[in-house]
């Protein structure tokens, strides 16, 4: 067991927490899985020097090191490793916006909804937003890339990361790009980090970009028979105009959504799109009646606008809670694949295919004009013929979606448990440059261990 009095000793306070039943609460992320480690230490700092300090630490005792933002990732990204100290930046916090360059400067522990919440006090907005954001860190936001559902019009994380502050496995930190708009010296090295899972050092700081506030949205939802109808009508959408929304909701979903919010949501559709346009003026109006027209033409039996905020909001909560509502019909292995728009429709009949072979539920959610899929694969735990039927059914799903030409994930990172399915979907010389990069900035391999490679 190794001796971190000498840690304990270099940080103020109580910033290292040792007590095995705090602990335990830093073991597992969102994915619980049951396999987390049990680490040694918590290390809560509040400055970039204690992080240097504790990476230091680290790095001369040969210490793996996990970092965590709030602990919401779906695929065991921040899931700790037998013997390594935990990092949580929930401490490090503080936001300072910049209104002539339109940027905010965060500390990696704000929430996402602390930085949209201070952009808006500036009369400005900060686009991205996973359903998570009222509970995930501005730093997880980054280390994964994070999406969400006006992605498919503003684009994701690494679309407004203008600048980071990292520390690398050595304890040196590094500032890459910053407060201008333009940026081409050296390497992308900022692009690099986005993503890169813990695996490659710790955002101590993230500089964004931010927008003029989104203008109010009009809000339409289609109700469908099926889910190829809806699938289709997402490429008719697409294939003519780019809403600020276009999310999907399975029959399941919406029966687990209507059994925790009884909200009035049709429980025999087979399928229900939520779009929304913010086009200004007369551009909405014709964006709003083609989205109706293309619901419509596809088969759509009901289809509902409204320019209320209010009721279009109810909508969106709808689609946001829907991991936590089918999460109450058991344990979830949650996909995030996703692949190039055209094969939507095919992707989600594969993924009923595959519930059916395999006898298990599938519950389906989708950033859908994004071709981005969430198959939530529901089992009892309790159950080791259908967990076995569950994992060949998780397995099949990601094998699938290499096959279309798509992606394991497209938002939520491959963390620890998607891992397995990165060489089919990379190949072998890509598999290589990654660990290259990751060796070359991580020699002793101590950061995030079992992540992605
Ligand atoms: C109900 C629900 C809905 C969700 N919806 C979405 C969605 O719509 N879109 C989406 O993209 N995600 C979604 N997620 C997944 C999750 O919220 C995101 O992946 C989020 O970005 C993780 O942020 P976090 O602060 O919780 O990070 P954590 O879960 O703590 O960590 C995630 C990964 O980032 C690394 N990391 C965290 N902070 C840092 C840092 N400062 N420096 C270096 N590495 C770091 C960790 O090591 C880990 O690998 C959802 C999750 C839940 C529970």
Partial sequence: MVDVSALIDSLPGPMVITDPSILSGYRQDRAADPNAGQPIALVRPLTTEDVQTAVRWCAASGVPLVTRGAGTSLSGGATAVDG??????????GIVVDTTTRTAVCRPGMLNVEVKAAAAAHGLWYPPDPSSFEICTIGGNAATNAGGLCCVKYGVTVDYVLGLEVVLADGRAVRLGGKQLKDSAGLSLTRLFVG?????GIITEVTVRLLPPQAPACTVVG??????????AVLAVTGQTRPAMLEFMDNTSINAVEDMLNMGLHRDAGAMLIAQSDAPGPAGTVEIALIEEAFLAHGASEVFTTDDPDEGEAFTVARRAAIPAVERRGSLLLEDVGVPLPALPALVEGVARIAEANDVVIAVIAHAGDGNTHPLIVFDPNDDAETRRAQIAFDEVMGLAVAMGGTITGEH???RLKKGWLPAQLGADVMDLTATIKKALDPQGLLNPGVML
């Avoid at 390594?84 to 916090?93: F, L, N, P, S, Y």
């Avoid at 109700?223 to 289709?232: I, Y």
């Fill in 223 to 232: 109700v469908f028979p099926s889910v190829t109808d809806a699938s289709r």
């Fill in 84 to 93: 390594a100290v935990m990092i949580t930046t929930e401490k490090m916090r």
């Fill in 413 to 415: 990172g491959v963390g």
């Fill in 196 to 200: 890169s899972e813990g695996l490659l």
